[in-house]
């Protein structure tokens, strides 16, 4: 195992993996490293990449003696695009070639059942890793990792909603809107890779406790309704196309409402990165595992109560 936190030494990042409709080796390279070249910036897929990068003033870009120094994606096209755009020194064959490399490794994927067989050989090597979200999207891949955890590997994963920015005013302080009565969540995608993003925007506000899960949707149009120990009724809309309704939030107390949508995709990444390397800086969790597997928890949950027809599912104090 490496020499784990790292405390003020230079630190050397993998990027590795890249899924269909996710550019976040792009993205995230970009934001660790602070640099780009603006050319090749142009032949990145995804327009929206483009957007929000061009648009950042470079003081805002990179982290302080961090960079990615390796990168493996599935097309080595792919891996020389993401290499040229970010700057990234090295283009592995295989994702173990970073090993004895890299100080840590970033698997920036999204598709969760994925995540078991792409971390193990890293946790085999007691690399630190953050793992894109979801970390998995079932219960057993969701054991497999807290065993890992439990033995001392240092494994991060979370979803940049955590650190939305129109997101920060209400975690844990809503006293404005009275007592709070009900949550509303829109999001776009499938419930296995982007509910997670709907889940983990509002956990924050919430905090831990969430006692029953029901999904009366179907595949690409997921509708849930979840119920939180403090009484708080949770509606969460998922639905495939509605891009229109990515995470927009309704708050409602007996006294006053909110309603606020994420918009700063940026803001969401560099403090979700930035949050990792003082992870590997310090030993410190941003927040505990015990979130995270709650979250996953419900992923799982929400996937099993569509595929059984609706049926109602509980945890812990809601059994």
């Known amino acids: 195992m490496l020499n784990f936190p790292f405390h003020n030494k230079d630190i050397k990042l993998a990027m590795l993996g890249m899924t269909e409709g996710n550019g976040h080796a792009y993205s995230w390279s970009i934001i660790i490293n602070g640099d780009y070249d603006l050319k090749s910036l142009s032949k990145c897929p995804y327009p929206g990449i483009i957007d929000y990068i061009s648009k950042q003033p470079k003081n805002t870009l990179g982290i302080k003696n961090t960079k990615v120094t390796h990168v493996w994606t599935e097309d080595v096209k792919e891996s020389k695009l993401v290499s040229d755009i970010a700057k ?11 090993i004895g490399k890299v100080d840590a490794v970033l698997i920036s994927t999204d598709i969760g059942s994925e995540h078991v067989s792409r971390c193990r050989p890293f946790v085999e090597a007691g690399i630190p890793i953050f793992v894109d979200k ?8 969701l054991e497999t990792f807290d065993k890992w955890v439990k033995e001392g590997s240092n494994i991060l994963s979370s979803s940049a ?33 982007y509910g997670i993003h709907a889940l983990e925007l509002m956990y924050p506000i ?3 406790g969430f006692e029953s899960i029901q999904n009366t949707g179907r ?41 606020f949508q994420h918009k700063d995709t940026f803001y969401a990444f560099k403090k979700q990165l930035v949050a990792f390397v003082d992870y590997l800086r310090t030993g410190i969790r941003p927040f505990p595992w015990s979130e995270t597997y709650e979250l996953i928890q419900l992923v799982a949950a929400g996937i099993e109560s569509r595929d059984k ?11």
């Open 88 to 98: 990234i020194p090295n283009i592995v064959e295989k994702p173990e070639d970073v």
């Open 134 to 141: 979801p970390l998995c999207d079932s219960l057993a891949d």
């Open 161 to 193: 909603m955590r650190y939305a920015k129109e997101a920060e005013p209400y975690h844990q302080s809503t006293y404005e809107l009275g007592k709070l009565q009900y949550v509303s969540v829109t999001m776009a995608k499938s419930w296995e890779t």
């Open 206 to 208: 919430l905090g831990p």
């Open 219 to 259: 595949k690409n149009r997921n509708f849930l309704h979840i119920r939180h120990k403090s009484s708080i009724d949770i509606n969460i809309a998922d639905i495939y196309d509605m891009y229109g309704g990515f995470g927009l939030v309704s708050l409602v107390g007996t006294i006053n409402n909110i309603q």
């Open 309 to 319: 027809g609706g049926v109602k599912i509980s945890f812990n104090g809601g059994k």
